[in-house]
């Protein structure tokens, strides 16, 4: 019951006579009692066994870890030093005994443990091992993960350091949640899992258990906080079961609940989770070096939970760490809710909302995700001239996942390396038998320290190897790694080389992640900008179609489709404020300008042609630069120019010197081919061409002894509508024996014999070519594999429903692919048209250069082509709009798989913005 405060003290007196009102007053304040109240006599002496008990505790853990309070300084990594990181095990002990197999600072020593490993985890001499969090929570392996850890720190107090995550933090909930009468309606009853927004994805308590036919109690209580409020997986309970079944334990649901219970418990035999807890850091400090669990962000900088902010890293590490263990103290001492003024209060209850989404008032740094709707992103300006003042030129960290290899971000202005380390969901097709959570297989990578260098080394899901060195000054990376933690134009972000000297570069967006290996010069040719310096610099002259071949993979992070649907519904969500803050737009011409259906908009094709002009004029009105590309190669941009103005595009005034000048409004094929070609010094190609627009574009760039298969006049030669023989081929190529490329324009009168002297070409300069020697390349003017000559009439056949329809023609790249594929070789085309690293690079060089000069960040390109208009934008970093008036339809748009190849908006067409 209740009793006044006098009568407490009275009570009191009778057994030690020396207690004063002042003495009940201080026990009262520090057990969060109000004196004004009648008091709680349960409640009180509850709190004066257990503030004995904390006592008791703490001596316990004292006697298990001497050097417990004390945190070891290491002022400098040194040449003979070797620091490794791991982070995010997640009680998966495979992939923890994997990362030991290919460490150099850790091994096993003595005999076999059976299920505890191949003998007992030691530490060489000169090394050091920091792991980054996140011990526990979805394979069989987190008592084994979590006791061997602590073994570690146990008897190398100062060279292994324990950084603490958001899933091992959030177990000191279960203490208190899981006393007697306590359950999961008992825990929303007193505020739940605020840290979820409503609508909460999961079912509350009573729903779980009704859905699972559960009885309420501590198991179901168990299973749902695993379930839906602590991030784990519905095979968390079963593998928790698993282990201690293997550890010969009783393997019950009821052993379960108490390992849990137990492994917090402050008074207990064996509290091994809050052991970790009192042993780990939120944050550590080696040399140079920080290692955090979450990430570091504007708002978190120097921020500390009810105190004033920190001047610096150093200080903030120390006063975060003792934050950390003050809130702890205030766990062991009152473990049990407790009803405070304004809410149920638990000891701790403030480290445990440090570790969820949104603690520390919104300014944690252990649950914090670092990437930008999946993909990573550079660190503030604020956050980077903060830990450059604290002499921070290393920062690590796990918690959030990005494919199979940790991903480096470099900063060109301080030099500072950010590298995130968890690759829990790198190989989701992993074998599942022993581990149901394992999304892992043998993919692993350790993150190695010594001294000023970085290395990475490790096995992708393929058993690729894979690895690099890095350091803070860029200029002492050796080519190729010098390219990894750079961005691409892309979006993706180069992370490690592969074994052949190709390097990996990884996108994320939203739920996936795009990987694709590729050749370091290609890489070099679509730097963003910020990383382009002169060391990385690639002539175009070097350019080979080797460079362009990549292999793709795909890592589907959360699989359910869902997710994509509302990638598309996010896409169809046209925001006309966004589309307009713009600087240059890039309009495709047929399908998006001309050539559009208007049938299934209820207007006439030529109405709606004429509503989707007046819209790009009304951009080129508001002074906005617009500009026009085409993957037709029959167009110089002089003819292009004309037909814009014919089709009512009032790019110029109509006269001579507006329509020179409006050529540098215009990107077709042909002058990208020219362009390309002058770059790379190539002088005499064989060009297979049916108009004239390209030759004139070479001539305009200085090529002029070139071999065409039309005359100066457009006219047809004739000799290469011939039969295809042995002295036809060998006749036309000796005519032409200097030819030093082939280039494949829209020849829309391709010939047998024209594709066999070009085949001729390429095949006899491999033929005698050394190894390491120059050989002709083939250049197409696009990769189309079809083009578009047009729309039929409206009363076209109209018994077959033919009207509107697109007229196919055989595309420029499948005539490039007839050429290639006659030789006999593997050999590929390079590509100049749109989607080609060749066109992006004329459309980001300066004017100075020939280029464009486009701020591909500050660009949208409109077009009605997926692997075109729409690709170009991906591989570019530009924002693109869809328009469904040409050859794309939303069934098409529906059956896109890859969210990193979705378009910006959608719309029908260009009426609609």
């Known amino acids: ?83 490794e990181f791991l982070t ?134 168990v299973k749902w906080i695993l379930d839906c409020n602590m991030g784990c997986q519905k095979t968390t309970f079963g593998a928790r079961r698993h282990e201690l079944a293997l550890l010969g334990g009783e393997g019950s649901d009821e052993a379960v609940v ?42 978190a900088i120097g921020a500390m939970p009810g105190e004033a902010p920190a001047e610096n890293m150093q200080s903030w590490a120390s ?3 003792a934050w950390k263990d003050l809130q702890l103290q205030d766990f062991v001492e009152r473990p049990r809710w407790r009803e405070a003024s304004d809410a149920f209060r638990r000891g701790g209850d403030m480290l445990i909302d440090y570790g969820c989404p949104g603690g520390g008032s919104n300014a944690t740094i252990v649950y914090h995700n670092p990437f930008n709707n999946g993909n990573p992103q550079q660190l503030a300006s604020r956050v980077e001239d903060f830990l450059a003042k604290s002499g921070v030129r290393r920062v690590f960290s796990g918690h959030q996942p990005h494919g199979e290899s940790p991903t480096v971000v470099r900063h060109v202005r301080t030099g500072l390396l950010v590298i995130t380390a968890d690759t829990s969901f790198s190989n989701l097709s992993a074998l599942k038998l022993f581990n149901q959570a394992n999304n892992r297989g043998e993919v692993v990578t350790v993150v190695r320290l010594r ?18 060195r890095l350091h803070c000054d860029p200029t002492k990376d050796k080519m190729p790694d010098a390219l990894v933690g750079c961005q691409l134009n892309d979006g993706s972000w180069v992370k490690t080389v592969m074994e052949d000297g190709r390097v990996l570069a990884a996108l994320g967006k939203r739920f996936q992640v795009n990987v694709q290996t590729m050749h370091p010069g290609k890489a070099c040719l679509m730097l963003k900008s910020v990383y382009a310096d002169e060391r990385l610099h690639v002539s175009l002259k070097n350019l080979s179609a080797e460079w362009l071949l990549e292999s793709q993979l795909e890592v589907q992070l959360c699989p359910t489709d869902g997710m994509e649907v509302q990638s598309l519904s996010h896409a169809m969500l046209f925001k006309p404020e966004e589309f307009m803050s713009a600087e240059t737009y890039i309009f495709d011409g047929h399908g998006t300008l001309w050539g559009v259906r208007g049938v299934q908009h209820g207007l006439t094709n030529q109405d709606l042609e004429q509503q989707v002009i007046a819209k790009v004029n009304s951009l080129i009105a508001a002074g906005k630069r617009v500009l ?61 061409c049916s108009h004239l627009g390209l030759l004139e574009e070479l001539k305009e760039a200085g090529i002029t002894d070139y071999v065409a298969t039309i005359d100066e006049y457009g006219t047809p030669k004739q000799e290469f509508f011939a039969p295809v023989t042995k002295d036809n081929v060998t006749r036309l190529v000796h005519q032409s024996k200097d030819v030093d490329a082939i280039v494949v324009g829209w020849d829309q009168q391709l010939t ?93 060089r300066p004017v100075e250069e020939e280029g464009y000069g486009v701020h591909l960040d500050k660009a949208v390109m409109v077009g009605d082509t997926l692997d075109t208009d729409i690709e170009l934008a991906v591989r570019s970093g530009m924002r693109s709009l869809l328009v469904l008036s040409g050859v794309t339809s939303l069934s098409d748009l529906e059956k896109l798989r890859e969210t990193t190849r979705f378009p910006t908006w959608v719309v029908d067409s260009l009426a609609d913005i």
Not at 49 to 58: G, I
Not at 93 to 107: A, P, T
Not at 800 to 815: D, E, F, K, L, Y
Request: net charge negative.
């Open 1 to 83: 019951g209740k009793v006044e405060r006098c009568m407490l003290l009275e009570a009191l007196c009778s057994i030690e006579p020396s207690w004063t009102d002042a003495d009940l007053l201080k026990i009262l304040q520090a057990a969060g009692m109000p004196a004004d109240e009648p008091i709680s006599c349960d409640a009180f002496l509850s709190f004066l066994f257990e503030e004995s008990a904390a006592e008791r505790s703490l001596a316990d853990a004292k006697t298990r870890f001497p050097q417990l309070g004390e945190i070891p300084e290491l002022p400098r990594i040194t040449d003979d030093m070797t620091v």
């Open 88 to 221: 995010d095990v997640e009680g998966n002990w495979d992939y923890f005994v994997h990362f030991v197999s290919l460490s150099q600072v850790l091994h096993w020593s003595g005999s076999e443990r059976g299920a505890w490993g191949p003998g007992e985890l030691m530490l060489r001499d000169q090394g050091y091992f920091v792991f980054g969090g996140d011990a526990v929570d979805k394979g069989p392996g987190d008592i084994r993960v979590v006791k061997t850890l602590l073994s570690l720190k146990r008897r190398y107090w100062s060279r292994v350091f324990i950084v603490l995550g958001n899933r091992d933090l959030c177990k000191l909930r279960f203490f208190a949640e899981l006393q007697d009468g306590e359950d999961g309606s008992a825990f929303e009853a007193k505020g739940g899992a605020y840290w979820i927004p409503d609508p909460k994805p999961c079912p509350d308590y009573e729903t779980y258990v009704q859905m699972h036919g559960l009885e309420r109690g501590h198991v179901s209580t």
């Open 258 to 299: 108490w390992s849990y219970r137990d492994s917090v418990d402050p008074y207990g035999s064996d509290p091994w989770m809050l052991d970790l807890l009192r042993v780990g850091q939120l944050a550590v400090i080696l040399g140079d070096s920080l290692f955090v669990h979450g990430g570091l962000y504007e708002e």
């Open 319 to 321: 006063r975060l760490n």
């Open 451 to 468: 001294g000023n260098e970085v290395q990475l080394e490790g096995v992708l899901r393929d058993g690729s190897p894979h690895g690099c």
């Open 628 to 688: 026009f590309a085409t993957n037709d190669s029959n167009y110089s941009r002089r003819m292009y120019v004309d037909r814009l103005l014919q089709n009512g595009i009032q790019l110029c005034d109509d006269d001579e010197m507006s329509r020179r000048q409006a050529k540098q409004k215009v990107v077709t094929a042909s002058f990208t081919c020219a362009w390309f070609l002058k770059k790379a010094l190539i002088r005499r190609p064989f060009v297979l």
């Open 752 to 844: 047998a014999l024209k594709v066999a002297v070009a085949a001729a070409f390429l095949k006899w300069s491999r033929d005698g070519a050394e190894e390491g020697q120059n050989v002709m390349q083939i250049v197409q003017c696009s990769s189309d594999h079809a083009g578009v000559l047009g729309v039929t009439a409206e009363d076209f056949l109209p018994g077959r429903q033919w009207a509107n329809r697109s007229i196919p023609a055989v595309g420029n790249g499948t005539m490039s692919q007839m050429i290639c594929a006659s030789v006999g070789r593997d050999i590929k085309a390079i590509d100049v048209g749109k989607p080609s690293e060749v066109l992006i690079e004329a459309l980001k």
